[in-house]
């Protein structure tokens, strides 16, 4: 089983930064794609970033130009670091990893508690 833990969420002004971090930890795994989602109150939950195992990224039209999302695959960690936020940046953002065991190639896919990420006006 693979764990996720997030850190890093927060309250902050608009126009200022936070990164998020979500590690992995369990079984032996490969990492593939790892994303971060982002659920507001009253709203469904949405893609907001993801990157391959090869490095290529994707971002909602609403956060280019102010996330960037990377990874350490020394240190099975995902990260977020989001700039310029904005009010309605404010959500629980959420990472999710997916991959294969070592042990018999099976196929994962995990999500992480949450983070409050608040952007105060």
């Known amino acids: 089983q693979v764990r996720l833990v997030e850190s890093g969420g927060g309250l902050v002004q608009a126009g200022g930064s936070l990164r998020l971090s979500c590690a992995a930890s369990g079984s032996r795994f490969s990492a593939n794609t790892m994303d971060w989602y982002r659920q507001a109150v009253g709203k469904q939950r949405e893609l907001v970033a993801f990157i391959t195992g090869g490095g290529s990224t994707n971002y909602a039209d609403s956060v280019k130009g102010r996330f960037t999302i990377s990874r350490d695959n020394a240190k099975n960690t995902v990260y977020l670091q989001m700039n310029s936020l904005k009010p309605e940046d404010t959500a629980v953002y959420y990472c999710?990893?997916?991959?294969?065991?070592?042990?018999?190639?099976?196929?994962?896919?995990?999500w992480g508690q949450g983070t409050q990420v608040t952007v105060s006006s």
């Open positions: 999710n990893v997916e991959g294969k065991y070592y042990s018999d190639y099976s196929a994962f896919g995990s």
